[in-house]
């Protein structure tokens, strides 16, 4: 199966089709993240990410188990609410 969220040289390509809800997509483009997920009313949210540390650490997830981990010490190193 193909990936729901790929990059190329052109940009980004999405295809929501294939997304499950509420699970969070990323990929890189330009030295910038782009977190995607699909709500559950179908909406698609999109967030760009330009602070190079943390697009780095992005980079270096291996799955989506990662990034999770990733966000959440993240937030709570921020001390930010959900």
């Known amino acids: 199966m193909t990936s729901p969220v790929s990059v190329d040289e052109n940009g980004m390509k999405l ?5 499950e809800k509420e699970k969070l997509y990323h990929c890189i483009f ?4 782009f977190l995607i997920f699909k709500d559950s009313q179908d909406v698609l949210n999109c ?12 980079r ?7 990034l999770e981990k990733l966000f959440e010490a ?5 001390n930010l609410k959900n």
């Open 74 to 78: 993240y937030v709570k190193g921020e």
């Open 47 to 58: 967030y760009e990410v330009e602070e190079e540390e943390l697009v780095e650490k992005i």
């Open 60 to 66: 270096k997830c291996v799955d989506d188990n990662d």
């Open 15 to 19: 295809n929501p089709e294939k997304m």
């Open 30 to 33: 330009k030295n910038k993240a």
